[in-house]
Nanobody, 120 residues
Framework: QVQLVESGGGLVQAGGSLRLSCAAS????????MGWYRQAPGKQRELVAT???????RYADSVKGRFTISRDNGKNTVYLQMNSLKPEDTAVYSC??????????????WGQGTQVTVTS
């Protein structure tokens, strides 16, 4: 059983920073592309950033230059450093794990989410 547990959310003023963490149990972390997604009230979930096992990264245009995704394969943890936060970054942020390559038995795991609230 794989579990993803996020932490690090909270309340911050605009311009501030937060660092989210997602710790993964189980053995699939090193083979997974890890992603951070967010969902604001009344909106669809959107991709924030992803990172491959080899640390190739991809970002949504709205967060480029402000957010940084990273991973520690030794700790089975993925991070999202969020700087220069804006009120529009307010959302529930969730961590995702899926195969980095085509596999016969794919997986798709989600964490429970952590709330990020940015005040103006």
């Amino acid at each position: 059983q794989v579990q993803l547990v996020e932490s690090g959310g909270g309340l911050v003023q605009a311009g501030g920073s937060l660092r989210l963490s997602c710790a993964a149990s189980g053995s699939i972390f090193k083979q997974s592309r890890m992603g951070w997604y967010r969902q604001a009230p009344g909106k669809q979930r959107e991709l924030v950033a992803t990172i491959s096992p080899g640390s190739f990264t991809r970002y949504a245009d709205s967060v480029k230059g402000r957010f940084t995704i990273s991973r520690d394969n030794g700790k089975n943890t993925v991070y999202l450093q969020m700087n220069s936060l804006k009120p529009e970054d307010t959302a529930v942020y969730s961590c995702n794990a899926e195969p980095a390559v085509l596999v016969s038995t794919p997986w798709n795991y989600w964490g429970q989410g952590t709330q990020v609230t940015v005040t103006s």
